[in-house]
């Protein structure tokens, strides 16, 4: 039986430091052998958000430690190890060059190939690591630094449909819990929050509802929660604008995908269709909930990364990394960081991509 291969992949685009180590079974479905990730929550929280020298600084003590722990947990040794993939963008250049650097230095020493990995991409493909999902696919990306509508239509092949215009959805959670005295990062809190909250109370506006095909627009939302804040009188009050903010979001994304869902089938033909929703605001369960409806009336099959891989990781790194091994698509020693990269030429850059606040 021949070698199935092993990816050591490697993430620091912003204030996860992580190490994964995934390998082929006999099924030729990937198998995570470990996936270690040192959040630095706790280092940034009290600044409200990431604090790039701060995350730098963190990534250089933690890596080879991280790296170690993977390695421990997965049983191989860096002999056992085919090739190295590590993020070089988007993110934090002072981010991305302590793992782009600490894989390059791991694949120049062992002599195995290196591949450079776009951390969206990642997310893209991060539901293939515990489901099989043939191209294309329509994909909801939803993080701290990106809301995009994408056909995925291969490894490498993306053809972005919408994006949000201002704020990432990710920052809109992050934003609304900030301004409701939540500590960073708010998202999953507004999560909890909402829970005990009335979903109704406040009409919040829904930016572009109408008008723009599927992109997005958050700006709008954010203000008239700054203006509600000022009045809120008590706990009741707060779990209130959090449900009804969660809502909001629900409710923009369920109309959005639909009209994405539309120009998808365009780009598809008549492909059985299936709708992924992935990166950190994946993990909320009223959104998957609203969008598993959307797709059970639409005749789509949603797919959902497992919540612990829905935040940054670095298993969907390696997912990466194993795809383009087998096509023999290597990179070289000097591939650079790439603050900016985007999956497709036409996408746009938002700013503050990659920082959570
Ligand atoms: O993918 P990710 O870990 O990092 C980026 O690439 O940005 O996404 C982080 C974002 C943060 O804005 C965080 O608040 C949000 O995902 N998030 C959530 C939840 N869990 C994480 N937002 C809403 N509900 C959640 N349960
Ligand atoms: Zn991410």
Known sequence: MSKKPVILGIESSCDET??????????????ILSNIVSSQVDIHKEFGGVV?????????????????????????????VDAIAATAGPGLVVCLSIGLNFGKAISASLKKPFIAVNHLEGHALSPKLNSKINYPYLLLLISGGHSQYLSVNGLGKYKR?????????GEAFDKT??????????????EILAEKGDPKKF???KPIINKGGCNLSFAG???????????IKNEKDKYDLAASFQNTIEEILYKKSKVAFEEFKNVSGDKRKKFVVAGGVAANKKIRKVLTKLCNEQNFDPIFPPINLCGDNAAMIAMVGMEKFKKNQFDNLDFPAKPRWQLDEKAVFLKGAGVKI
Do not use: C, W, Y
């Not at 790039?52 to 049983?75: M, N, Q, T, V, Y």
């Not at 449909?161 to 959805?169: P, R």
């Not at 939302?221 to 009045?231: M, P, Q």
């Open 52 to 80: 790039p020298e701060l995350a730098a600084r963190a990534h250089i003590e933690k890596i080879d430690l991280i790296a170690k722990k993977a390695l421990d947990e997965s049983g191989l040794s860096l002999n056992d």
């Open 18 to 31: 992580a190490v994964a180590l995934i390998r082929e079974n006999n099924k030729g479905e990937p198998e």
């Open 161 to 169: 449909l919408g994006t949000t215009i201002d704020d990432a959805v």
């Open 221 to 231: 939302l954010k203000t008239a929660i700054l203006r509600i804040t000022k009045n």
């Open 177 to 190: 819990a900030k301004m409701l005295g939540i500590e960073f990062p708010g998202g999953p809190q507004i």
């Open 203 to 205: 009409d919040l506006p």
